[in-house]
Each structure stands twice: as C-alpha cells, then as structure tokens.
C-alpha cells in the first residue's frame, strides 16, 4: 500500500508521535512540578486514544508504507498487551518513592518512546525497521535503567544495558546484513522465497546468517547466553522500569522474531502452514530446543542462590522465556498460540510480583528476601496477592499461570516431539517452586505477628489488587482470553 493511504493505518502510532512531539515543546514553556503532572496526564491520554484507534481498525490484515509493516490481527493482540503494560506502570509510577528525585516527566516520555518502539517490532516486514524499531526501543531502555541518576548501581546497570545492547545489536546488524546478500531484498518475504531455494554452497553463510540474527533476539527476550545483562539491569533500574521491562520488551521480542523468523526460515511464508525449514547442518527446532532448554536450567538454577528480590525475579524472567521458547521448537497456529496466550497471563503475574516489590520498598526501603520477614501479618492483603503471583509463576492450580503452561506443553505432547524439553520444563517448574516458596516462607513462618500493621497505599494495593483478578479468573475460566488469541492468528502474507 502507497505511503499516503498508508496513513489511516498509522494512527495509534502517529499518536504516540504527536505526543512525544509535544511533551518536548511542553518541556520548553511550562516549568515547576505541575509539568510532571501535565505530561503524566497527557501520557495516558496518548495511551487511551491510541487504544481506540486500535479498535477501530477493522481491516483483517493489511500491509503498509510498501510492504514494511503489517496491520493485522497478530501485531493488534501484541499492540494491546505493550498499551496495558504501559498503562500499569503508568498508574503507579507516581506513587514509587524511588523517582522522587528525579525529573519524572522526561521518564515519561521515553516510556512512550519506547511504546513506540514496540508497536513497530509487533509489525515489521522489513530487515530495516526490524533494526530500527529495535534501536528505538533499546535507546529509550537504556536512558530509562540508569534514570536514577544520582544512584551508582543505576548508572552501572545503564552503562552494562548499552554495551550489551551495542554488541548484540552489531552482532544482529551483520546477520541482517548476509540475509540480504542472499536474498538481494530486505522484504522479509523475498527472502523465504530465496531462502526456500538457495544453493548447497550459501548453506554455511545461511547457518552463520542465522545465528548472527538469532543472537540480536536473543538479547531482546533475555535467552541463555545472551542473557547476561539482565540480573545487573534489573536490579539498578528503577523497580517500575524493571517490571516493564520483563514484560513489554520481552513481549515486543517474541512477537518480532516469531514473525521474522517463522516467515523466513519457514517452509511457508504462511505462519499458520508452515514447519521450521531445515538449513543444512542447522536443524532450526532442535536448535531452539537446545537454546529453550538451556535458558529454563540456567534460569531457576542461578535464582535459587538469590538473596535480592530483583535478582530473583530477575533470573525467573529469563526462565520464563526459556518455557514460551519449549513451544516456539514447532511453528504451527498451536504453537504460536500457546506462546500468545502464555505472554497475556505472564503480563499480570509478573508485573503484580513487581507491584508487590514496589510496595514493600516503598514502605520500607526492603530489597532483600529476608528481611521482608512478618510482612504476611503486616499487610496480608498485599502478601496474599504475592503468593498468587507466585503460584501462577510456577504455575500451581487453579491460576492463569497453570493454564499457560499446560497449553505450552501441549504443543510438544501433541506434536510428539522434544520429549526431553517436556520433562525438562517439569523439573524446572519444581525448581522455581523452591525459590518462590522461600519468600512466602519468609513473609508468614520466619516472624511471629507483632500487631503492626503497613498503611496501605488506594493507588498501588489497587493495582496489585486489579492484576490479581486476572490471574485467578483465567486460571478457571480462559476461554475468552484463548479465543482471542485464536481470533489474533491471523497474519499479513502475500496469498491474502
């Protein structure tokens, strides 16, 4: 479709642009602490119209700007998922003390920066926005993990995001880069077309190409062994940026190279047809099976030596793409699906853990397991949320969680493959047990009530409340949220 009629497509995006345009001209003429507000406000204004702009798009699946991006009903679902995770941190963030001194409103704006971003990896066609809505989002990541500005380990944890970030993203770029020289395009579906018939002799330049691009996908979804930067990045970053960041981010990743790589190095440019196609010398599913296996181990394996509450969640995240990577080994509608449904519940249970870690640092200044001891008694409200949120990331009935990981299994049973993976990700499930377990050992065994009580805060308990409803109701009742993940499963291909 030609740029101009491109345009009505283009609106939530265009959104986002106009707002982060004007939040900067707003931050040239309006002064003092009504500016936070004001841009606060006009953020979440942004977020709302670019929702209703989302549901009015009615066209089943449309290809824009040439080619570039898709407007379908897969880059929708995780459009909505990057908007509510947004929304969330959105609606705590003024109440976390850890931003106090700091200018809250250009936080703000690289959050929409970064929503941006992901808007533009749920869609792209095309090797060259693939790079760049990467970069974009990267950039406002890393200005976002070191905006504490006058605490060390933030500062730290932004120097570490960039030189990973820069390395794995040269990497990527150099991978992008031999795929075009195979293909002689950037269209993601010239190339599975030159892909599906390149000569014996480009084999070892397609394996290496291959590898290079799955090393920038990699870093983007925290997967073993480009895992490294995340326990150092989650910790230093503000608590709101870290819960952010294993969830949206992380989203954006899959939704980006499960649709890049599932075109390209798919026997079908149709996702819904298609197996992994086999580059010689490179089984593509026993690969990622070997890459799923190893980031679920590495994982819950390092979390259970944690003493911080960030480092944990912050190695239970990597695990966690390591259990959507079990279904990713076979590319059908059933596997993209379980993976789909597994990011929609895994948006809850971790922001809500996170919430919960917010809360109690909040109150106390606590960042270590133990010394959250007696809290069960002193908010059991907040306490009991967090032991839902961590039974659902183990995945224990009767919570969404369980669900999510009985629909990932599943693909694997029903495809009668990678049996190992399946009794892999068992274990690994008991392991998680084990560590999430310690904290609520911690909050009702370790102290005896006192009486004391922690005044709750409306706008956080709300939250944390709010996110908890989820996770019990789709743990009993996940019919509507699986039928519109079945209903999303439909992508732009070039047959349409």
Same mark, same amino acid.
């Given at each position: 479709?030609?740029n ?5 497509y ?12 004007v939040?900067?001209l707003?931050?040239?003429f309006i002064?003092?602490r ?5 841009v606060?406000l006009?953020?979440?204004?942004a ?7 989302l ?9 824009i700007?040439y080619g570039?991006?898709?407007i ?5 679902f ?8 947004t929304?969330?941190i959105y609606?705590?963030s003024?109440?976390?003390?850890e931003l106090?001194?700091?200018p809250?409103?250009?936080?703000y704006l ?8 992901m808007?533009?990896m749920?869609?792209? /066609?095309d090797?060259i ?13 890393f ?6 500005? *006058? ?8 120097l570490?995001?960039?030189i ?5 993203s ?10 075009f ?10 190339v599975?077309?030159a892909?599906s018939?390149?000569?014996e002799q480009?084999h070892?330049?397609?394996s290496?190409?291959l590898?290079?691009v799955?090393?920038g996908?990699g870093? *983007?979804?925290a997967m ?14 503000p608590?709101t940026?870290?819960?952010?960041l294993?969830?949206?981010? *992380? ?6 190279a ?8 798919g026997?079908?440019?149709?996702l819904?047809l298609?197996?992994?196609?086999p ?6 599913g ?7 296996a190893a980031?679920m ?5 390092i979390?259970i030596?944690?003493s ?21 080994t ?25 919430l ?10 606590f960042?270590?397991i133990?010394?959250w ?6 908010a059991?409200?907040i306490?009991?949320?967090m032991?839902?949120?961590?039974f659902?990331l183990?995945g ?29 990700g068992v274990?690994n499930?008991?392991i ?7 904290? /609520?050992r911690?909050?009702?065994?370790d102290?005896?009530?006192t009486?004391?009580?922690i ?17 019990? /109701?789709?743990?009993v ?20």
């Amino acid at each position: 479709m030609p740029n101009i009629q491109s345009l009505s497509y283009f609106l939530p995006e265009l959104i986002l642009t106009a707002s982060v345009v004007v939040i900067i001209l707003l931050d040239v003429f309006i002064k003092g602490r009504n500016r936070n507000r004001i841009v606060w406000l006009l953020s979440l204004v942004a977020l709302f119209i670019a929702g209703t702009f989302l549901i009015l798009q009615k066209s089943p699946s449309e290809a824009i700007f040439y080619g570039a991006l898709a407007i379908d009903p897969y880059s929708r679902f995780f459009k909505w998922i990057f908007l509510v995770a947004t929304a969330v941190i959105y609606l705590v963030s003024p109440y976390t003390r850890e931003l106090d001194e700091n200018p809250r409103h250009e936080y703000y704006l690289f959050l929409l920066v970064v929503v941006f971003g992901m808007f533009l990896m749920a869609s792209a /066609l095309d090797l060259i926005i693939v790079y760049l809505s990467l970069e974009i989002v990267s950039i406002g990541s890393f200005i976002l993990a070191g905006f504490l500005k *006058k605490d060390q380990l933030s500062s730290e944890s932004s120097l570490k995001y960039v030189i990973y970030g820069a390395l794995s993203s040269g990497v990527m770029l150099y991978g992008l880069s031999l795929l075009f020289g195979i293909a002689g395009s950037t269209n993601v579906f010239d190339v599975q077309a030159a892909l599906s018939g390149v000569p014996e002799q480009a084999h070892l330049t397609l394996s290496i190409a291959l590898l290079l691009v799955l090393t920038g996908f990699g870093y *983007k979804i925290a997967m073993v062994p480009f895992h490294f930067w995340t326990p150092d990045v989650y910790q230093g970053a503000p608590t709101t940026i870290t819960a952010y960041l294993s969830v949206a981010p *992380k989203a954006a990743g899959f939704a980006l190279a499960l649709r890049i790589l599932g075109i390209a190095f798919g026997a079908s440019p149709d996702l819904n047809l298609g197996s992994w196609l086999p580059v010689e010398g490179l089984p593509f599913g026993t690969l990622i099976a070997i890459f799923s296996a190893a980031t679920m181990t590495v994982g819950n394996v390092i979390a259970i030596q944690q003493s911080s509450v960030k480092r944990m969640l912050a190695y239970s995240s990597i695990a966690h793409a390591g259990y959507m990577l079990m279904a990713a080994t076979i590319l059908n509608a059933q596997a993209l699906g379980a993976i789909m449904f597994y990011l929609a519940v895994y948006l809850f249970m971790n922001l809500g853990a996170f919430l919960v870690a917010i809360f109690i640092h909040n109150q106390y200044g606590f960042n270590e397991i133990d010394e959250w001891k007696g809290l069960g008694f002193q908010a059991p409200a907040i306490a009991v949320a967090m032991g839902v949120f961590l039974f659902s990331l183990t995945g224990l009935p009767p919570t969404a969680g369980f669900v999510g990981k009985v629909y990932l299994f599943s693909v694997l049973i029903e495809a009668n493959q990678f049996w190992w993976l399946v009794i892999l990700g068992v274990v690994n499930s008991v392991i998680s047990l084990y560590y999430y377990i310690r904290i /609520l050992r911690v909050m009702f065994l370790d102290a005896e009530p006192t009486g004391e009580t922690i005044a709750d805060h409306p706008a956080l308990t709300g939250t944390i409340l709010a996110l908890m409803i989820p996770v019990l /109701l789709f743990g009993v009742y996940w019919t509507p949220l699986m039928k519109l993940v079945r209903s999303s499963l439909e992508f732009h291909s070039p047959t349409m």
